[in-house]
């Protein structure tokens, strides 16, 4: 069930990356096991430009990417969502350049009402890593169209990783930014009440239909054949639901021991973001009435639903 990845893709952090004639990437300092190589920021244009994930609040990638503007304009800055490896340098390169800063909303707009629900509760955890001074300039939706310089941008509002997660696309190009909710590296984490397991997949559903042929996600390379990777994800989601309903069919199991019994070769630095990807499995298979639960947290025991 693993995913073929191209791991070995070692950008120059901080020195922009030609993609296309108008597009370069340049990647942040803030490589770790969660963010791979670093944040990638993506500069589109020649004379004003528009700067897509401007990444973390980081002196040394701001030099960067002020020295790639040098004396151009920047109009406007997109955020895929709001973690904070992808928008807190938002804020300081708005005061640089007085470019508006656009995005869906806060962290928690499209939650569903189940995940607002478990969100109340103290022993559920998550929330990690999310930038609570979020600003935004202008709020954008499903299907909006976005009119910017010489380009026109769809948003494809794509919740799972993060309910403010969108996707831009140049349609006229097919080209996708597609922030974490596809990337280069690595599956992506879905840590509730955050992170939602079934939104994620009707998300990557949604993708499997789309037309475009290259995807810039927000950490490792590029993607080339972004369907072919978009159905490899959807299958291994399915297969691990299989695993994880296979794991409590004939005992009650917390999240961290179905992680020990049903992950390979697993790197024990993930170990954590594997639990909260269970939990967030879980969390999908209780309300499709598959498990079941005396109460949602990481130290909780479920079992296989006996009508399934």
Known sequence: MAISFDTNHKPVIGKAEQLEDDLVVITADNASPMTFTGTRTYILGTENLIIIDPGPDSDAHLSSIMEYIGKRK????????????????SRQLKIETGARIIGFGSADEARTSFMKKLSSSLDLGGEEGIDKDLALDKKVIEKQILKLNNYSFEVVHTPGHLSNHICFSLKERKILFSGDHVMGWATTLISPPDGDLGSF???????????????????GKSLKEPRKMVLA?????????????????????????????????????????????VLAHLIDLYERGKVSTDKFSQTAMFFRSNEN
């Open 233 to 277: 994800q959807i299958k291994h989601r399915r297969d691990r639901e299989k695993q994880i309903l296979n794991s409590v069919s004939k005992i009650s199991r917390t999240p961290a021991e179905i992680v020990d019994d049903v992950y390979v070769d697993l790197n024990p630095m993930l170990k954590a973001a594997a639990i909260r990807n």
């Open 201 to 219: 997949m009707n998300s990557l559903e949604k993708l499997s239909a789309r037309e475009e042929v290259i995807y810039y996600p927000g950490h």
């Open 74 to 89: 920047v109009t406007d800055i997109l955020l895929t969502h709001s973690h904070i490896d992808h928008s807190p340098l």
